[in-house]
């Protein structure tokens, strides 16, 4: 795989203020939130930015919690490369909302064929799912978490996605992608951004140093050998080098002709970037 850092701009409803002192400034839509960013050891460029955030998330004694300087509704709407998303203040620091995917999700908008079906796996609040779904892809959208399901099938309604277009499945991804292995299913994309741990519906434990090789190992019975069928894996703060994942992929599925790197924010008023994750991807 060739080496490919994916830079995603600020634009429009995002855009990524300020950075700096292991926090970084924020715009989505009409609010400004301060984040830690443990990346972002570098010092402020703009620090009087800094009084306009709505809300700013601290921890304390180990524990995080957003603090509130002026009112914030408890959703509102972002739209960001033409996808309308639904935004919230979480207590795992998030908004739902990963701006430095959207190159990738350019990029399965543009891989996607009429009819195409893809599955997307560890797929949260859905956005990768909907930039297939409005593509003209029928998406398996797998979720361990009810909460991040219902959200997501909220942000596929903004985008009045029809209903046959996605299929919603609340399951364990290493166990659903076993089963649809030995059913001999077979799906022409596929799409995952597994985190370093997790916990499955069930209780089941997601350790991605033990997991990701056995969950590879399914995902190549159930990618297409078609021609224009695609991968694409990405992972935030996972702890791994890019070139980890695209020899993890390699591994696999062999000399694929794909690309791997960085993911990265730029901030709007400067050249610096704040690295946001890695992927690695390919088209067959």
Not at 30 to 57: C, D, G, M, N, Y
Not at 82 to 88: D, E, F, S, V
Not at 262 to 278: F, H, Q, T
Request: neutral net charge.
């Amino acid at each position: 795989m060739k080496d490919r850092d994916l830079i995603a701009t600020s634009c429009g409803d995002y855009e990524l203020l300020d950075s700096g002192d292991n926090m970084k400034l924020e715009r989505f839509g009409a609010v400004i939130v301060a984040r830690p960013e443990t990346q972002a050891l570098w010092e402020k460029q703009r620090p009087e930015l800094w009084e306009s955030a709505h809300a700013t998330f601290m921890f304390k004694d180990k524990k995080g919690s957003w603090h509130l300087h002026k009112p914030v509704p408890e959703s509102w709407v972002v739209v960001r490369t033409g996808l309308p998303l639904i935004a919230r203040l979480t207590s795992f620091k998030h908004t739902g909302i990963f701006p430095e995917q959207a190159p990738n999700w350019k990029w399965i908008a543009a891989h996607v064929r009429p009819e195409m079906k893809v599955l997307n796996l560890f797929g949260y609040t859905g956005a990768a799912t909907i930039a297939a779904a409005r593509s003209g892809a029928f998406v398996t959208h797998v979720d361990a978490s009810k909460q991040s399901l219902d959200w997501a099938h909220k942000n596929a309604r903004l985008s009045d996605i029809p209903l046959d277009r996605i299929r919603w499945i609340l399951d364990e991804v290493l166990a659903f992608a076993k089963r649809e292995a030995r059913r001999g299913a077979k799906y022409d994309g596929i799409i995952l951004d597994p985190p370093a741990f997790g916990r499955g519906a069930k209780g089941e434990v997601w350790k991605i140093e033990e997991d990701f090789p056995v969950l590879l190992s399914s995902l190549k019975e159930l990618l297409s050998e078609k021609s224009g069928s695609f991968f694409l894996v990405s992972g935030y703060a996972a702890g791994y080098a890019p070139r980890a994942f695209a020899q993890a992929v390699e591994s696999i599925f062999g000399d694929v002709a794909g690309e791997a790197g960085e993911l990265s924010i730029k901030e709007v008023s400067s050249d610096r970037v704040v690295p946001a994750g890695i992927y690695a991807r390919f088209v067959r």
